[in-house]
């Protein structure tokens, strides 16, 4: 089941492109700095943050414990209303479904409110491809629409873009202050609203007990995709769900906090179907598509806890790689710790088997993890699982070297060929750098300590009475 976006070029290529771009660098450093910081304050406010993380673990960890009971919920009462719940597997069934819903209205002009799920889809592709326009209205979307790019980042997708680069992105000065940026992309994007047949939302959650869909925005934008179109389709991951919409407001919590260091977002929105009678907003027909792509399957598995994540971001922000290397590197529109987790666990075929080594595995990100992911530990599960399907000359390599350090005889007479091999090694002063063949890729990067003339072992063993 593909992330439908796949990386262009190989994974070493990506990060020393990214390593090389020090504008980019300077603008993930300056936009990360700055939420991680205000998540800390965020935080500090709290009286007991350790305790509210740990229920908000415990509510998803509920809910995806219950996860098909708790689906026929939400399906029960959105379908009570007149709406409409979809189960996709893939997707290519959620892009089949919009499409096949844009058709049945004769839908030529679809709004977007910013979804992570339809960029996994990568909906927008095939909405032009089916002769559907479609425009991103969040400011940061509508900003990498323009530039042709997907997100760096799961909350802030122009993140790497600085002003005058955003200004160049609208035809603006370079020196356009950001409120008149704001202003130019909200007159343009106005009309477009009005004009819109459909208005097409992610969700932040799903919440069963009363059927509905949140929606957590700063830009209000997504009530305009929800209110002005005749017709409203939400494209949510099937794990998103809660059970109780009395545990929204500590999501909520955690989920600002966390993601912008808000107390709460500017709009929250709950929407629960299409517009009723008597009601004068909302729309004439909605549509809630669940999208699994490999999700329930990590259900019941060492994964399941990625499951959890309310998609903040934070993690991202304190992540030492993501932090050097933003977020197109990694190739998929997951990036960062979480994006190492989930990418290869949604498409294990894909191109994201890297992805669980771009950590230093500092546990930062499950520090910050609003729901107390152990994302450093899916990891090192991850590479563990990489390492059991690597190819059998590599496995045979390792196990080699594995029994020749595992016994002290064969660890020394290693250690006594490599002290005569590596006279035939290029030096940097004391250190060897350039190892031959396949161990030249360690090198590559780094200088390696010489095997001493005598090593402690030898020394000891001299002393010994
Ligand atoms: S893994 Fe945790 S910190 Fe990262 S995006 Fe998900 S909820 Fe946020």
Not at 398 to 427: I, N
Request: hydrophobic letters at 45%; charged letters at 20%; aromatic letters at 4%.
């Amino acid at each position: 089941m593909p992330i439908a976006h796949e990386p262009a070029a190989p994974w070493a290529e990506r990060v020393t492109i990214a390593l090389s771009d020090i504008r980019l660098r300077e603008n993930i450093a300056r936009s990360t700095t700055r939420f991680a910081a205000q998540r800390l304050t965020a935080l500090g406010e709290l009286p007991d943050p350790a305790a509210l993380r740990a229920r908000g673990r415990a509510i998803r960890a509920d809910a995806i414990a219950r996860l098909p009971e708790l689906h026929a919920e939400l399906r029960q009462r959105i379908e009570s209303r007149g709406g409409h719940v979809h189960l996709a597997a893939d997707p290519a069934a959620v892009t089949g479904k919009v499409i096949e819903i844009a058709r049945a209205h004769g839908a030529r002009r679809i709004v977007k409110s910013k979804s992570m799920v339809s960029e996994e889809v990568a909906l927008n592709p095939a909405l032009a491809e089916a002769g559907i326009e479609s425009l991103e209205t969040d400011l940061g979307e509508y900003l990498i629409q323009l530039a042709g790019e997907m997100p760096a980042h799961i909350i802030a997708p122009a993140l790497h873009k600085s002003r005058a680069e955003s200004a160049e992105l609208l035809g603006a000065p370079a020196d356009t202050p950001a409120e008149a940026l704001t202003a130019l992309a909200r007159e343009r994007l106005r009309e477009r609203f009005l004009q819109a047949d459909i208005g097409i939302t992610g969700g932040n959650f799903l919440v069963a007990d009363t059927g509905g869909v949140v929606i957590v925005t700063n830009e209000g934008n997504d009530r305009m995709c929800t209110s002005l179109p005749r017709v409203h389709i939400a494209i949510v991951g099937v794990e998103k769900i809660i059970a109780h919409a009395a545990d929204l407001p500590d999501m909520l919590k955690l989920l600002t906090r966390s993601a912008t260091g808000q107390r709460i977002s500017v709009y929250v929105s709950l929407i629960d179907g299409p517009r009723g009678p008597g009601e004068t907003d909302g729309p004439e027909e909605f549509h809630l598509i669940l999208l699994d792509n490999g999700r329930l399957r990590l259900r019941g598995t060492p994964h399941e806890e990625a499951l959890y994540c309310i998609r903040c971001g934070a993690c991202l922000n304190v992540c030492p790689v993501y932090r050097q290397i933003g977020g197109h590197a990694y190739g998929s529109v997951y990036p960062g710790p979480i994006g190492a987790v989930i990418s290869p666990l949604l498409d294990p075929a894909g191109a994201y088997a890297m992805l669980p080594k771009a950590s230093s595995l500092c546990g930062a990100c499950w520090e910050a993890c609003p729901v107390g992911i152990h994302l450093h530990d899916q990891l090192v599960a991850l590479r563990q699982e990489g390492v059991r399907s690597a190819p059998w000359p590599q496995r045979l390599l390792f196990a080699g070297w594995a029994t020749a350090w595992g016994s002290a005889t064969t660890y020394t007479a290693f250690l006594r060929v490599g002290r005569v091999a590596q006279r035939l090694l290029p030096r940097h002063g004391e250190w060897l750098r350039a190892a031959p063949a396949i161990l030249g890729g360690w090198t590559s990067t780094r200088d390696l300590p010489p095997i001493a003339a005598r090593t402690f072992r030898e020394r000891w063993a001299e002393r010994r009475p």
